[in-house]
């Protein structure tokens, strides 16, 4: 398959302030009723990191980063971004802030295609007015077709040239999650979260998600939050990981540290159970990406 090797303008045009995306997550604590899904959470993301957030079910990672994003509102705590508290910020914005995020539940328009769904994500920088907007002007016009540009860049660097028109509702599973880190990119975020991008996924297309991840990362220096079961790749791409259970931090160093760390390895393989996710014996923490 064509794989695009220009840098989309997104990244061509971002200079020292563009990127900075210094996160500090202080002592965050988060409850439903009685049930502890986060205690005193402490974490930081440097600007070019690549973080993976790891942890069995029900761990609190979805939560912690629906904290971050703006979908919960923690009891305690605070979130640094850029040195400017963003903890009770709206998703609005937080996203104008530059933080962009994925779903662990697929969050698209099913009954509309590929390039509408990304003009969405794109919206947060239209600069026009309702007024303009409605009659078209040649300001408007310059400005929709920069917007296009952009889209067409991030569609040709994620392959989906195939599928730009169709409804995203007729694609394969891996192929929707490949739509929604498009919206993402096209919010043009400072810091990236992704909540289990390679999730149902088929092994060719997970192989074509860390060739994507890799090149934002470690190619253009996007700053990344990733949430992630599949320890292979986890471990393989990740600058860190931060390890997550039963709501609190168990562990974080390099993948090679946290690897070895038994608090880590008795968390994952204490039950020795296959846990519907991928985490077992087998393919566990030592596995390594072929
Ligand atoms: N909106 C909510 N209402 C009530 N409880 C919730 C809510 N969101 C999360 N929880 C609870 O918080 C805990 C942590 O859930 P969370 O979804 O953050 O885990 P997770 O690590 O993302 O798990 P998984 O790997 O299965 O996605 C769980 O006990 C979950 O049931
Ligand atoms: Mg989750």
Redesign the pocket.
Known sequence: MKSFRGEPEIYRQRDQGRTEAELEVKSLSLS?GG?Q?LSDIDMEVHTGELVAVI??????????LNCMTGYYRPQKGRIIFNGKDVTRHSTHSLTRVGIGRTF?NIELFPGMTVLSNMMLGRHIHCRYGLIPGCFFSPSVRKEEIRHRRILEEIIDFLEMQAIRNKPVGSLPYGMRKRVELGRALALDPRLLVLD?PFAGMTLEEKEDMVRFLLELNAGWGQTMIL?E?DMSIVMSISTRVTV?NF?EKLAEGTPEAVQSDPKVIAAYLGGGQENG?GLSRDNGLQADIG
């Open positions: 439903f049930i899904a942890g069995p079910n029900g761990a609190g990672k979805t939560s912690l662990q289990e949430v079961h997550l709501g996710n």
